[in-house]
């Protein structure tokens, strides 16, 4: 089946627009995770979904950061008011359980922030 | 907080070399570990998921183990070949902090054919 969507798959953006990333899980597909990689550094944990609730937002860097599911299926991440230091690769995963099963990645969204 | 230190950062080998990947984290407290590689332009695939009360798990030419008390996890690649070049990255799941997984920064590995 197809694996974990993400689009735009590459987004140019100027200094304080807002910006909107798209995560389509693989269906089925309870949790629903947002990462994000900036250039050098790790992998960093922004929020997690079980379901439409996001019981873990402690990732988000600030509160221009917010991020929505509905349908138990469809995310979206939106960024207000981008900074420079969004520029990145935002990482969206899904996996079947809870915190039990792996974590399938999408391709990801890369930001540059101009 | 848990952190997660991958030895070396980037790693060249010659073709049909067996080669290890070296990850460390600081609490031992964790709930799982699993290792991705990620590709130039691309998202990342798991390889292999270490639950916290198993000690390795194999999958084709890739052997992963996990020494909670001390720490550390190696991913351990057989007969390397050129389409193993990329990043590995390990991530574990600590118990009692919601669903993160901390990342380390990864070991970049290129076989050279």
């Known amino acids: 089946g197809a694996g974990v969507s993400q689009s735009p798959s590459n987004k140019v953006t100027e200094k304080g627009k807002d910006v909107e990333l798209r995560c389509d899980p693989i269906s089925g597909h309870t949790a629903l995770y947002w990462y994000r990689q900036s250039l050098g550094q790790g992998l960093e944990f922004l929020i997690y979904f079980q379901g439409n609730s996001a019981p873990d937002k402690s990732g988000l860097p600030s509160d221009r950061f917010s991020a929505e599911r509905t349908g138990g299926s469809v995310s979206t991440l939106t960024i207000q008011r981008t900074q420079q230091e969004d520029s990145a690769v935002y990482l969206c995963?899904?996996?079947?359980?809870?915190?039990?099963?792996?974590?399938?990645f999408g391709p990801g969204t890369r930001l540059t922030v101009l | 907080k848990q952190e997660v230190t991958q030895i070396p950062a980037a790693l060249s080998v010659p073709e049909g070399e067996n080669l290890v990947l070296n990850c460390s984290f600081t609490d031992s407290a964790i709930y799982n570990l699993q290792w991705f590689r990620q590709d130039p332009g691309k998202g990342l695939t798991s390889l292999l998921l270490i639950q916290s009360s198993q000690r390795e798990q194999t999958s084709g030419r890739l052997n992963a183990s996990l020494d909670k008390s001390s720490g550390r996890s190696t991913l351990y690649i057989a007969a390397s070949q050129p389409g193993d070049s990329a990043t590995y990255l390990c991530?574990?799941?600590?118990?009692?902090?919601?669903?993160?997984?901390?990342f380390g920064t990864g070991t970049s590995l290129t076989v050279i054919p």
């Open positions: 995963a899904s996996s079947h359980y809870r915190g039990t099963d792996t974590q399938y």
């Open positions: 991530a574990v799941r600590r118990f009692f902090t919601g669903n993160q997984f901390y």
